[in-house]
């Protein structure tokens, strides 16, 4: 079968371009989606106190604000729900192929255009636009002796709802975005939480609340107010990428971070362990209220030793004490610099993009890659951010690729010049290197190679000035 646009994933991602697709009057898409349902990362994510740490004023498409948040940091249930809604009121889900994953893309030179290969047959498309996102595929640590565990162990992202925790002992590996609201969510009931912590994460409060029902009866039915809330909690949170810019500024946050911990964790021991050595937003900035105040409970503890291996009742470290444990849960995070799908899609030499990349990751203005003709990736190399929401970036993108498909009106093929690219990506890396991502330490931002190929350097609105208009000049 023939599409005009084949899209890849019915995430934020995949959802935001079907919609503009067809607001924009296009009716010839298709959504390849392997799941049976939509949402991508909001779908597969359901680990309790599962929410998003980027308020959620700004955590949805500018074209469908949703009045009905019920906190100002949004639960994962109700951006799911919210993504759900948008693609019924779009009326996009028809376009969407369940359970259809696909397994080769390539570009057909002599046709100019994809052969894409899904679980369900075989499909030729004029564009490809892929949305995969980058945070989809779940690390396990390979520790000795996992096979043994005689409890249920599992990956954050892959919640096994069956395995209960209350009551139980359960150790939690890892101390990313994802154990930091797994680990207080579980706390009260658990019987006992063993902590595995290999680095501290800077920990900033919150403040989430809950939005009361007249601030949505006012987002519902005054005009503009929700726009207007939007819009000033957008540049609240954009002035602060200064820091993540500017690593001198960060110092002051740090300040902020570390009056945080003395005021939930009294016990200097377990603070002096909580305490990061290294620069605030090098990795992750975290927003908890209650992750410090959860470990400061009498059923938790924070063990820092490494892990040595696994004992059908137990996670043994290094120094030979096992730790007992019912349930093991992996917040240990996701393969990011080297996609899965890279190995999937084949450029015109036949050669995969991971090829290509060699494990550094590079596109045009992260969206278009050479070699690759009218190839669009959505949330591609050096669009992820330390500081707001990546919906911000996805649409930018969005407008980005409506401008290329305008282009492809006269052309057949648009495929970014190597010299445009090149120069592109040399700017990003000069830009990275006086960022707080360039002050050493170990993060997922970090490819094989050394360079930070997963976020933007700067602000969102830097980037949306950079791909407001394509760039017609930088393609062959
Ligand atoms: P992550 O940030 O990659 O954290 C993984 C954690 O596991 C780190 O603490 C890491 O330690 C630890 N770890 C990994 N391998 C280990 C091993 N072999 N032994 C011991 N510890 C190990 O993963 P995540 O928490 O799932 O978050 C990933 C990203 O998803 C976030 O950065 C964020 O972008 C996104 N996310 C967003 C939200 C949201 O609210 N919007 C929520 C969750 C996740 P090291 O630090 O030492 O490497």
């Given amino acids: 079968m023939h599409t005009r646009i084949a899209i890849i994933g019915a995430g ?6 079907a919609i503009r697709l067809k607001q924009r009057g296009h009716e010839d898409f298709v959504v390849f989606e392997r799941a049976g349902d939509l949402g991508g990362t909001w779908r597969e994510n359901s680990y309790p106190g599962c929410a998003c740490d980027v308020p959620s004023q700004v955590y949805s498409f500018s074209f469908a604000l949703n009045p009905e948040w019920t906190s100002t940091y949004s639960p994962q249930a109700e951006i799911w729900a919210y993504l759900r809604a948008c693609a019924d009121r779009f009326g996009v889900r028809a376009a969407i192929r369940f359970r259809t994953e696909v397994h080769q893309a390539g570009w057909d030179a002599s046709e100019s255009h994809w052969r894409i290969s899904t679980s369900r047959g075989e499909w030729t498309a004029d564009v490809l636009i892929a949305a995969g996102g980058p945070l989809n595929e779940p690390v396990m ?213 991971a090829e290509h990349w060699q494990g550094s990751p590079q596109a045009l203005r992260g969206t278009t890659v050479t070699g690759f003709p009218n190839l669009f990736l959505l949330l591609g190399p050096n669009t992820g951010l330390g500081h707001t929401s990546v919906v911000l970036m996805i649409e930018s993108q969005l407008k980005y690729v409506l401008g290329a498909l305008r282009a492809l009106r006269h052309t057949r093929t648009l495929e970014p010049r190597p010299e445009a690219q090149a120069r592109f990506v040399a700017a990003v890396d000069e830009r990275m290197a006086r960022t707080v991502w360039a002050t050493g330490c170990r993060s997922w931002y970090i490819d094989a190679t050394g360079r930070n190929s997963t976020l933007w350097p700067g602000s969102t609105w830097g980037y949306r000035l950079k791909v407001r208009r394509f760039d017609r000049s930088s393609y062959t």
């Fill in 12 to 17: 934020f991602g995949g959802l935001g371009a």
């Fill in 141 to 353: 640590p390979k520790l000795p002796g996992l096979e043994t565990f005689s409890g249920e162990a599992f990956h954050s992202a892959r919640w096994n709802h069956a395995a209960e925790t209350k009551g139980r002992r359960v150790a939690v590996i890892g101390t990313g975005a994802s154990a930091v609201q797994i680990v207080p969510a579980i706390q009260p009931e658990a019987g006992h939480v063993t902590l595995f912590q290999r680095t501290p994460a800077w920990v900033m409060p919150r403040g989430e609340r809950p939005l009361r029902p007249w601030e949505r009866w006012v987002y519902r039915n005054v005009p503009g107010a929700q726009r207007l809330v939007r819009t000033l909690v957008y540049w609240q949170i954009e002035a602060t990428v200064i820091a993540f810019l500017r690593p001198a500024v960060m110092r002051l946050a740090e300040r902020a971070a570390r009056a945080n911990l003395r005021k939930h964790v009294r016990d200097p021991h377990l603070r002096a362990k909580l305490t990061p050595d290294y620069r605030m937003g090098c990795k992750r900035v975290l927003k908890s209220d209650d992750y410090y105040p959860a470990l400061a409970r009498g059923n938790v503890d924070v063990v820092t030793e490494p892990i040595s291996e696994i004992r059908p009742h137990g996670v043994v470290t290094r120094d030979g004490t096992e730790h007992p444990a019912d349930v093991i849960v992996f917040g240990t995070g996701f393969r990011v610099t080297d996609l899965p799908i890279a190995e999937r899609i084949r450029g015109r030499d036949g050669r995969s993009l």
